[in-house]
């Protein structure tokens, strides 16, 4: 019997298309960079930075970090759920790990207006 | 049910089907991949800050540990996203089958190797 609701409850179909939709920007955002990678002679840090200065980049940027922090509270969560079965232990790391997943936005996000 | 049941714990007897090394290795590099943004995120917050930083980020990611880093991390961003893929073919209705689901699982894998292999020569 489910005793604790809070650690179970889940859109599975939600979950679904989430996953899905989160991976299909993020593969965008590496096809672009590998594309960058290549064509791109010299990156000198001219170059690097004006790759990020552009409002499109940031933009792409940002929402391929909020993708990365959907997909990875569906994955992590799929993971943990699997592996770690004591309720207290699994909260916790699922909490520590999101925060993770926050932080990086929060990083990114600085990180490009400062650019 | 029944208490006395054999049991096989010789582990080199026992061999994941190569669907389930695919799983397993989708999930690795998942977790992996969470931990390497650490490391990636850093690289990229710190090459934006100034023309000395950049040159010590392109420094440190042509180091031995920067290049191991590198390589792991784009390793297993190629297998995570081939085996995406293939899920997503799965999802479509292809490849469910024992046989076609371990073919497309050793196809994935076999690639990934060879990608791999590619990666850490381009990088060198």
Redesign the interface.
């Given at each position: 019997m489910v005793t604790n609701q809070a650690s179970m409850k889940r859109n599975g179909i939600q979950d679904y298309v989430t996953l899905?939709a989160s991976?299909a920007v993020i593969?965008a955002f590496?096809i672009f960079m590998v594309y960058f990678f290549i064509a791109t002679p010299e990156i000198t840090?001219t170059v690097?930075?004006g790759l990020?200065a552009s409002i499109y980049m940031k933009a792409f940027t940002l929402i391929t970090l909020l993708a990365?922090l959907m997909h990875?509270r569906i994955?992590?969560w799929q993971?943990l759920t699997d592996y770690v079965k004591p309720h207290n232990l699994r909260m916790g790391l699922q909490f520590v790990?999101n925060l993770?997943?926050f932080a990086?936005v929060a990083?990114?996000l600085f990180?490009l207006w400062?650019? | 049910m029944k208490k006395q049941r054999p049991v096989n714990l010789d582990l080199t007897t026992i061999e994941l089907p190569a669907a389930g090394k695919a799983s397993i290795l989708h999930r690795v590099t998942g977790v992996a991949m969470f931990f390497a943004l650490v490391f990636v995120i850093w690289a990229w917050a710190t090459s934006l800050g100034s023309e000395a930083d950049f040159q010590m980020v392109k420094d440190v990611l042509n180091g031995p540990f920067g290049y191991l880093v590198a390589l792991g991390t784009l390793s297993a961003l190629s297998f995570h996203l081939i085996g995406g893929i293939r899920h997503v073919i799965m999802d479509m209705g292809y490849w469910e089958e024992l046989h076609s689901g371990n073919l497309s699982a050793n196809i994935a894998i076999g690639g990934w190797v060879v990608l791999t292999v590619v990666l850490g020569v381009i990088l060198w």
């Open positions: 899905r991976a593969s590496t840090y690097w930075q990020f990365i990875v994955g992590l993971v790990l993770m997943a990086y990083v990114g990180v400062g650019v | -």
